[in-house]
């Protein structure tokens, strides 16, 4: 089907929803009080306006402060109109809103900071403040809400990657260190100085984290995501990819329906991306996942996953189950409905918090563009056209969902550290979290023996925050360790696990080793993975205890992917001889473990013929800058592909083969299931849309016969370079095209096949 055709096809759809009682959407700009009346939310609660325009536009994130004040990120530069115009420009800022008089609802404002050119992700710890604005991450301490000693923390942290897919979050986890999505770094302060390490990759726009610190995040096309372990471990093999247990399908069901017709949406013309009533179908933006742990929500909601779709002007919830140890599964909470949905267009949840009041907090950017330049189709720019959707660009809401007839009360953290203690007890994870680092903090050590006879308690909760914020404060005892090693709870024992690398030393390795391998521990299925990935940091004090582990873990659970995994990921450089070890002794080579070395040690020999990357970007050195910027981002910085997002452009037909196929791909985009290297990839192991380029005016046709040719001659790829002219002859063959190819398509058209 063409695309005229295809939009004749929408309207007269449009007509007909129209003429048979489906909601439509409405485009026109609303006050704010408007666009709260055209919200349904699920019954049982109201949405509440807390700030609006002039009081905040473009808000992007949030995070509170002790007295309840909001500490909010506008992104004002964000694609002024369909070409970005002025994108660079640095009108953004970080505001502090107040709520003076008590009335739930913020009236005053102060300008923390301005001037910054896309700033997307903030953190307050200690007497500063942690803002990022690309490339860099910055430090500042505030003096009388004021900036002042700014420090540069990174100046790599999202140097790589268009607007979409730059690092952000800087999510203060429970373990006490900072982590963000789209990244594999964490930062922690000690002193003056900031660590920085690396981690899983993890995510696109949005990170949380349950009640036990461990991480959920997710892609545009992706419900929710996690981890089941630890974010801090097994990510030290740089030969293995991928480890069972990181970055797994938490909720693996992306279904959406809007309130009302959304044909505004970046693919509307394909096949699949909206049902009949011209609704979208399967998320296209899905963001800022947030585990909710407050406690004004009835207990059936607490740590239910919600989602922001804001192409499709809505709010999912989520249930998950966490009673099979450390594996984490969920459904969509609803059919055919969900938890917040609008029919005003330029609703656009693009952040979900938890509050001090036990609220969920929902940041609206009220933006009619939402989709960034690079992936914009003609199709949406003619949609945002028709519909006046650039304007206005000085609008933005932040709304709390509140259970109906409660009241959300702003709470003030107190100053005695006493108090702070008690509130790791508390409901609401927002007050227990924030309690932790204050306490952290301040490095007030008078409050150790409080916090280890909170260790004691019958509070669980109270219990895991005590003991990661004597972590926190260098004040965790070995035999604090120890004891939670023996608890029968698995939530208790799954945090002793993880906090032994912040609290293992030379003095103390020879105790911890030895209470790993008690039988009661080593035959826990639940710990074995644990034990596994801790392996690495025995080997630092005793080689022949680290391998003695690994052996026993191997001959215990030879057939358990995530214990096998985790083994693998201590043995870096070894994997060929461990391979040989591990055959010898367990043949079936439909063991998990066995699978797991045959792929690895596969890729080892494979990297080995790789190019030289430095050759190729002295080649190409455009190409490996759009690389970087464009396409990493989603295959990955090796090229071989990202689990959940992108397949592999090494060793890829699809990259090797006729150039008219790969300029093509390019140029309008892929939708939809592709086989590469024998392998059939479909969602939910990736996307399965890849959004072209060609319509972009920041790409020059030398431009992407440079990026071509640069990763047609990219780790194992050896083709002939693509030049300029193939490019523009094959623009003119497709002229007039400007949806995605599928892999049909591309076998069957003139131009391609």
Known sequence: MNMLSRSKMLTLLGMAALSIGFSQCKSDPMSAEGSLDNMQVEEGFEVKLVASEPLISAPVALTFDNKSRIWALEMNGFMPDTLGTGEDQPSGKVVILEDTDQDGEMDSRKVFLDSLRLPRALCLIENGILVAEPPYLYYYDIKDDKPVNKVLVDSLYADEGNVEHQPNGLLRAMDNWIYNAKSAKRYRKNGDHWIIEQTHFRGQWGLSQDNYGRLYYNHNSANVLGDYFSPGLGATNKNQREVAGYNMSIVPDNRVYPAHATSGVNRGYLPGVLDDSLRLVNFTAACAPLIYRGDLFDSKFSQNAFVAEPAGNLVKRNVLNFKNGYEVKGVQAYEKKEFISSVDERFRPVNLHDGPDGALYVVDMYRGIIQHKTYLTPYLKKEIRERNLTLPLVCGRIYKVVPTGKKAVFRTMPEDPQKLVALLADGNGWIRDRAQQILVDRKNNDVVPALQKLLKSNNTLARIHALWTLEGLHQLRTDDVLEALKEKSWEVKMQALSVIPAVIDKTSAATYIAALNEPALFNDKQAAPYLALLSRLIRKYDVTAAENMLRKLVKAYSNDKFVSDAVISNIEGKEEAFQKEVIAQFPDTSLAINKQLKTIVTNKFNALNNNDPKESERKFPRGAALFRTNCQTCHGADANGIRSLAPPLNKSEWVTGKKEKLI????????????????????????????????????????????????RNYGSNRAEKVTQQEVTDMRNKLKGRDKAFTIAELNTDPATK
């Not at 005016?697 to 640069?710: P, T, W």
């Open 664 to 711: 093509g791909i390019v140029l309008y985009g892929l939708t939809g299931p592709v086989e590469v290297n024998k392998h059939l990839y479909t969602k939910p192991e990736i996307m399965a849309d890849m959004p072209g380029i060609g319509a972009s005016a920041e790409f020059s046709d030398e431009d992407i016969a440079q990026l071509l040719s640069y990763i």
